[in-house]
């Protein structure tokens, strides 16, 4: 599903969550009343619902904010600010991961930074996609280039998590946590998931695309195709007017700063905070790793971000890498 011009003209009228006649997007638009009636049809595949009440015009179900450049970077505090190389926002791509990607293989400077209203292919871990209806959420990548290999930053998607919850809290978000290796939690349901690819020498200079989704409002229509547990800010807060544009701001105030000082510190510097937000810890689950399980009792990370789990005989294994259930079901 493509979104038009003509679509994107008609949700930036109707972003209000206000009546709009017919008429008046027909003018507006310059095209027939017929032709603005099927562009609002075409919206429902983007995860968007609208009324139609005769006399009164069409309206969204729920308003709109549409991120805007000039918005967030009025958020952006200056030390954010000297570590963005450039802030596109993209009506719609495949995945903002992978479009980051892809510029880093094409000489793309490191602190790009990347939002879309709409992925049509958005990424959540081990390939499955990540729901992404227009305009509700966040769904943000960041490329940066590290001068040593991947080892150096081993653990940045927990560094990373903690961000994101410094950022929520500073919104006063509370009761969220984040479960191991990069999810944001709340009352046992995912409300976002983190990303990062890394790519280059061994040993040598490498980049990497953090990659976040977070769920602000998920229209249940969409969610259907979940199959996990999840949650958003809306049913979190209550509040049905969340400013995108300023979070988005904020959560680059917090993650750029822990991106750009992650090799000189690495994960020491995050890992008090993590475990204090550490949502699994003393949970038992079973950790899939490739066809393999493990079954037993959570008991935190270790001091280089690995997880560890108490085994039924009572010795303690760490992990590296792999998925933990926690309610009889891998995650996305």
Known sequence: MNISDKQKQIL????????????????????????????????????????????????????????????????????????????????QIDSTNRYLVERSQNNGLSGS?????????????????????YGCNIYLSILWRFQQGPAAISGL???????????????????????????????????????????GETDGPCSAVIGLGLNLFLPEAEAQGITQAWTDLTKITGKNQLFRNILAGTLLN???????????????????????????????????????????????IDDNGMLLIERPDGSVQTFASGEVSFNGSATQ
């Open 12 to 91: 930036t009228l109707l972003a209000d969550g206000e009546f709009h006649s017919g008429t008046e997007l027909a003018v507006a638009l310059g095209i027939s009343r017929s032709a603005v009636w099927k562009q609002l049809n075409g919206l429902a595949e983007l995860g968007l619902q609208h009324s139609a009440v005769s006399g009164k015009g069409y309206r969204l179900e729920k308003s709109l904010e549409l991120l805007l450049a000039a918005k967030i970077n009025q958020v952006i505090s200056d030390q954010a600010c000297a570590l963005i190389s450039s802030l596109e926002i993209h009506d």
């Open 113 to 133: 930074v990347c939002f879309a209203e709409y992925q049509t292919a958005g990424k959540g871990r081990r390939g499955r996609q990540w729901v992404s209806p």
């Open 254 to 300: 917090h993650l750029l700063p822990v991106i750009a000082e992650y090799e000189g510190v690495g994960i020491q510097a995050y890992l008090d905070e993590w475990r204090d937000y550490d949502c699994l810890s003393g949970q038992s689950a079973t950790l899939f790793v490739g066809q393999q399980q493990f079954e037993g009792i959570v008991r935190g």
């Open 157 to 199: 998607s927990l560094a990373i998590g903690v961000a994101v919850i410094r950022a929520l809290k500073q919104h006063q978000v509370t009761d969220i946590g984040l479960k191991w290796p990069n999810d944001i939690y709340s009352q046992g349901k995912k409300l976002g998931g983190i990303l990062v690819e890394v790519s």
